[in-house]
């Protein structure tokens, strides 16, 4: 890659710049050279890679089977504290990034969101000469995106910082020039106003199309029989919490033939939890009432028969996802619902494998590595994987974070698509309105507790409703 811009440029002027690029354009890369290229200043970067760096060390460092329980991790205030600079307080970012309610909770615990914020306070607390932000609304809820960009512009003022995005609207007004590369080629530097017309531009944030035809399928065996009148999934007085904190309590939910959900709620309400109490993945599961696909959980079966109809994409699959495989590997798993392959492989299945990499224009990085792949391609691999057996319940748990306009509007037309066509029912996670996702029918919506809390309540009350509503 080579681009005519160092941080001569970000230090030198009144400018304050942005990165704009696809998925797989270089963008990361390009933050990591510019790195490397200034050994002699300190600078930071907040990124997906840097947080799975922090979660690999967690994991490793796990003393699970020790304690006999989950093992939370170091607490958010111990990791802001671990490289912090001298003359620096932890206080300086608890109430600037709305850290109050979980500056003591273990990192294991913490939502996508309070990691994003972690890993800033982490950055910022070592004083650098200058910072790079690569994708760090992610996965933010907008209460708190809108906290976050606050916290950075005042830390612009301080710090030079290049923001790197593929989304415009999270470019904030402080931002004068952009720089817009794609193929790992520059397409455009310039001023911001003269970005936003540029063709080059226009071409990165225009949507994208996929074919009316899905791949193929193969018959799925023992397929679920829906009942008129009777719930695919039945969640009954649901209780979830970790170490005296509670997460749901009493959450009655039912989902029947034909309905397609979506979740939402602020970063930390306990929207994935809900996502692993159904897949079958949360340990508190099974001391729960629950029925899925017409029988109570924990009568017998085994994790295979549970996961045999569902299909799931996750930020938390994503960041379990660390064996070293292809591209192609990782679509195939979903066939066997297992992270990477360990049993043989018929060609009917490679086939419809390689019809899915066709489908989402990723054929070309079919044996490439998992890990070297950019966040978003590997995001979509994702999507390929839970698709692919042809799952009749598919849970997708913030399927658009980190992907580009294009390939952000291919997921939301192919999911589109699977519902028109009947082929699955959708639980579809997520707290971002800029996605158009009319294909939806009900909203499981966690909000803010008004008033006193009872011991043992959770911070957030459950209102279900039709979608859309403004008033569940």
Not at 41 to 48: A, E, P, W, Y
Not at 113 to 135: N, T, Y
Not at 242 to 267: A, C, M, T
Not at 308 to 317: D, E, K, Q
């Amino acid at each position: 890659m080579s681009i005519e811009w160092s941080f001569n440029e970000l230090m030198a002027s009144e400018a304050h710049w942005a990165l704009v690029g696809g998925n797989g354009s270089g963008k990361s890369v390009f933050a990591k050279r510019l790195k490397e290229e200034h050994e002699d200043l300190n600078v930071q970067i907040v990124s997906f890679e840097e947080e799975q760096a922090l979660l690999e060390r967690e994991i490793y460092e796990d003393d699970s089977e020790w304690i006999d329980q989950m093992d939370p991790g170091r607490t958010m205030r111990e990791l802001i504290e671990e490289h912090l600079a001298e003359g620096v307080a932890v206080e300086e970012f608890i109430e600037s990034l709305g850290l109050q309610d979980c500056i003591d909770t273990g990192f294991r615990l913490l939502s996508t969101g309070e990691r994003r914020r972690l890993m800033l306070a982490r950055a910022l607390g070592q004083k650098p000469d200058v910072l790079i932000l690569d994708e760090p609304y992610d996965g933010v809820d907008r209460g708190s995106i809108r906290q976050l960009q606050e916290c950075i512009d005042r830390a612009a003022e301080q710090t030079p910082t290049l923001l790197i995005t593929h989304r415009l609207s999270q470019i904030s007004e402080r931002i004068t020039h952009v720089l817009c590369i794609e193929a790992w080629k520059l397409v455009f530097m310039g001023r911001k106003s003269e970005a936003l017309s540029d063709p080059a531009v226009e071409q990165l944030f225009a949507g994208g199309a996929t074919s009316a035809a899905l791949p193929k399928a193969l018959p799925m065996e023992h397929p679920y029989q829906a009942e008129e009148g009777k719930a695919m999934v039945d969640l009954r007085a649901v209780t979830v919490g970790y170490h005296q904190k509670p997460i749901l309590k009493h959450l009655d939910w039912e989902i029947f033939p034909g309905e397609q959900w979506r979740v939402s709620g602020p970063n930390g309400c306990g929207k994935s939890t809900l996502v692993s109490v159904i897949s079958g993945d949360h340990p508190q599961c099974y001391s729960n009432e629950l029925y899925l696909f017409g029988r109570r959980r924990g009568t017998g079966e085994s994790i295979w028969e549970v996961k045999h109809h569902i299909g799931i994409m996750s930020t938390a699959l994503h960041q379990q996802y660390r064996v070293t495989v292809t591209a192609e590997t990782v679509v195939l798993s979903g066939f066997f619902d297992t992270i990477g392959v360990y049993r043989p492989v018929s060609a009917e299945q490679r086939e419809i494998t390689q019809q899915w990499l066709e489908f989402l224009k990723l054929d070309h990085l079919r044996m490439k590595n998992f890990h070297q792949l950019s966040f978003g391609q590997q995001r979509m691999l994702l999507i390929a994987r839970a698709l692919i057996k042809r799952p009749q319940l598919l849970i997708l748990d913030e399927p658009c974070q980190g992907l580009d306009p294009v390939n952000r509007a291919i997921v939301i037309q192919l999911m589109r698509t699977i519902v028109q066509r009947g082929i699955a029912q959708v639980i579809y996670i997520s707290h971002e309105d800029e996605d158009q996702v009319d294909f939806l029918t009900h909203e499981l919506r966690f909000e803010v507790r008004n008033g006193e809390r009872s011991e043992g309540d959770p911070a957030y009350v459950v209102n279900k409703g039709n979608y859309p509503s403004s008033a569940l």
